[in-house]
Every structure is written in structure tokens, then in C-alpha cells.
């Protein structure tokens, strides 16, 4: 991402966020059911495999998730503003982190 927050497009970052995402599920076998061998000598590690590949596609589904909702948010003019007090969000946190629903303040407390 550009380092100058003023040339920073954050729908373009999140659509590129998106697209990413979606390319790196693909090559992990999202959405297909992925055929480990049956008759590979180390069944532990094939679970193993599977285990950490799964746990990896949670994480990837989870961050897909909330790049989605930051883009429904610009359709409703609501991308910027936190979630919980409604105060805009800092540029430089969006910059950072262009899918963040609390400002910084909300995100720190334990509300």
C-alpha cells in the first residue's frame, strides 16, 4: 500500500484485499473438497495437513468477511465511520487497516 495517505484509495485496497483473498482460497481448495491420500504412510501428517490448512481457511474466510463488509459500507456511506461511536475513523488506521469497523479508541476498550 502507498506509504502517502493522500494518493491512499481505500475501496481500491480492499478490492484488491478481496481479489486476493479470493485467489489464495482457490489455491487452498476452498469451496472444493481437497482429496488427501489415503494411503500415504503418516496418517498424522496428512491430518496435521489437514488441520493447519483448515485453520488457515478460517482465518482467510474470516478476513474475506470483513474486507466484504468494509465494501458494503461505501455503498451505504457509512466506510469511515466506527461502528460503535460513530466518529470517523482515523485516515492512517484506514490506511492500515482499510477493513476496520472501531476507531482506534473503541477497538482499545473492552466496551
Known amino acids: ?9 481505500p475501496r481500491k485496497a480492499l478490492e484488491h484485499e478481496r481479489d486476493s483473498l479470493h485467489a489464495q482460497l482457490g489455491e487452498l481448495g476452498y469451496g472444493n473438497r481437497l482429496d488427501y491420500d489415503p494411503n500415504f504412510a503418516d496418517s498424522s501428517q496428512v491430518t496435521a495437513e489437514r488441520g493447519e ?14 474486507v466484504e463488509h468494509a465494501l458494503a459500507k461505501f455503498d451505504t456511506g457509512d466506510y469511515g465511520r466506527c461502528e460503535r461511536c460513530s466518529k470517523p475513523i482515523d485516515p492512517a488506521r484506514l490506511e492500515a487497516r ?3 469497523r472501531l476507531c ?8
Open 104 to 111: 482506534i479508541e473503541c477497538a482499545a476498550s473492552k466496551r
Open 98 to 100: 482499510p477493513e476496520a
Open 53 to 66: 490448512n483448515d485453520a488457515l481457511i478460517g482465518e482467510l474466510v474470516e478476513l474475506l468477511h470483513e
Open 1 to 9: 500500500m502507498p506509504t502517502d495517505a493522500s494518493t491512499f484509495e
